[in-house]
């Protein structure tokens, strides 16, 4: 059990996410993957962010540095090439 201050262990985290999901029995789409945690958690930040929502304090994050992690779409927005 993780006690207040102390890290947690990503790979853990993102392990009882994926049992939890199978556990209730929602599936990946058939033409992919399931979305992460984290994926699910920047996607969160990102919509909240856009609703003026404070989402380091919704996130739990000590520095505005972390968040801003959330925040990076990794290159989800499309980029068009003019040929």
């Not at 201050?5 to 790979?11: A, K, L, P, R």
């Not at 199978?22 to 996607?43: D, M, Y």
């Not at 003026?52 to 990076?72: A, F, V």
């Amino acid at each position: 059990m993780i006690k207040p201050g102390q890290s947690v262990d990503t790979s853990s985290l993102s392990r009882s996410f994926l049992e939890t999901r199978q556990a209730a029995g929602v599936n990946p789409p058939k033409n992919g993957t399931a979305p992460s945690f984290h994926e699910q958690r920047s996607l969160a930040e990102r919509l909240y962010s856009a609703q003026e929502i404070d989402t380091q304090t919704l996130l739990g994050h000590k520095t505005q540095e972390m968040t801003d992690r959330y925040h990076d779409d990794i290159g989800a927005d499309w980029t068009t090439l003019v040929v």
